[in-house]
């Protein structure tokens, strides 16, 4: 198992930048994969990156280019770095873990990200 806390989100102007921190309970390179989702209201929830515990990453297209996904084994924690923000990027930020392949999925409570002007 593992606990997920996330951190960094805010309010900010179309074309700001954030970073989004998720702190895991246990060493991260003990878990195949991490990753940021977000959900818009009336929207499903959808992927936005990850990260493997080898370093892969996936990106939305509609991010690529403009996010970062990383991870700090050290610290056991997985980040979002969010610039040129638009308001269609507005929604709750969900970090996710795997520890498997094919295990359960762990899930944080969420922050919120708004983009406004």
């Known amino acids: 198992q593992v606990q997920l806390v996330e951190s960094g989100g805010g309010l900010v102007q179309p074309g700001g930048s954030l970073r989004l921190s998720c702190a895991a309970s246990?060493?991260?390179?003990?878990?195949?994969?991490m990753g940021w989702y977000r959900q818009a209201p009336g929207k499903q929830r959808e992927l936005v990156a990850s990260?493997?515990?080898?370093?892969?990453?996936n990106y939305a297209d509609s991010v690529k280019g403009r996010f970062t996904i990383s991870r700090d084994n050290a610290k056991n924690t997985v980040y979002l770095q969010m610039n040129s923000l638009k308001p269609d990027d507005t929604a709750v930020y969900y970090c996710?873990?795997?520890?498997?392949?094919?295990?359960?999925?762990?899930w944080g409570q969420g922050t919120q990200v708004t983009v406004s002007s």
């Open positions: 990260i493997t515990s080898g370093n892969s990453t």
């Open positions: 996710n873990a795997r520890i498997t392949l094919f295990g359960v999925d762990y």
């Open positions: 246990r060493r991260i390179f003990t878990i195949y994969a």
